[in-house]
T-cell receptor, first 112, second 117 residues
Framework: AQSVTQPDIHITVSEGASLELRCNYSYGATPYLFWYVQSPGQGLQLLLKYFSGDTLVQGIKGFEAEFKRSQSSFNLRKPSVHWSDAAEYFCAVAGGGNKLTFGTGTQLKVEL | GAVVSQHPSWVICKSGTSVKIECRSLDFQATTMFWYRQFPKQSLMLMATSNEGSKATYEQGVEKDKFLINHASLTLSTLTVTSAHPEDSSFYIC?????????????FGPGTRLTVT
């Protein structure tokens, strides 16, 4: 069965600083990987996804993620964080039947 | 495009009553819809997968007689929490996979906050 680990429960960065959120996955085959963002009391918005091909994936809102098979990682990055980026971020992997398995999430706080 | 709505956005009900939550794909047809449950400050847990016109597939540990799922059309799925109890209070989120979409593509609704008193 697939699993996702997000080691950082909370991260605080200053506005304008760079950001990296970590995600490690476990899956027997080539994974389909996703990053979602959730604002308080809201559903999930897809930031980006990796299915195959170029291991550096560009997403919305200036986010990117890099798939590293050797490290089983799919870390999310942003070069300059904005205060509006404060939210909960979830990494997910798709398995059989298109079911998504989510990590426990990373709460991002942005200091002004 | 690819908008999913949920209704209601929040609901308060008394213990022992039933409540229905609707999930609609507004601008696409969905082969499959998923229902998730999210506890405060926790991740999403998949409850069940539903395909239009067939019975839902429930995840292990989810009571199918308590959480009734109906997927009557390619744009509508409903989750009914029967005989609700305070421990059913949670944030319920649905998602939908477009018929014409790529594999594993899911669009999420805004969620429904259920409080059982």
């Amino acid at each position: 069965a697939q699993s996702v680990t997000q080691p950082d429960i909370h991260i605080t960065v200053s506005e304008g600083a760079s950001l990296e959120l970590r995600c490690n996955y476990s899956y027997g085959a080539t994974p389909y990987l996703f990053w979602y963002v959730q604002s308080p009391g809201q559903g999930l918005q897809l930031l980006l996804k990796y299915f195959s091909g170029d291991t550096l994936v560009q997403g919305i809102k200036g986010f990117e993620a890099e798939f590293k098979r050797s490290q089983s990682s799919f870390n999310l990055r942003k070069p300059s964080v904005h205060w509006s980026d404060a939210a909960e971020y979830f990494c997910a992997v798709a398995g059989g039947g298109n079911k998504l398995t989510f990590g426990t999430g990373t709460q991002l706080k942005v200091e002004l | 495009g690819a908008v999913v709505s949920q209704h209601p956005s929040w609901v308060i009900c008394k213990s022992g009553t039933s409540v229905k939550i609707e999930c609609r794909s507004l601008d696409f047809q969905a082969t499959t819809m998923f229902w998730y449950r999210q506890f405060p400050k926790q991740s999403l847990m998949l409850m069940a997968t539903s395909n239009e016109g067939s019975k839902a597939t429930y995840e292990q540990g989810v009571e199918k007689d308590k959480f009734l799922i109906n997927h009557a059309s390619l744009t509508l799925s409903t989750l009914t929490v029967t005989s609700a109890h305070p421990e059913d209070s949670s944030f319920y989120i649905c998602s939908a996979s477009p018929i014409s979409g790529s594999e594993s593509e899911q669009y999420f609704g805004p969620g429904t906050r259920l409080t059982v008193t």
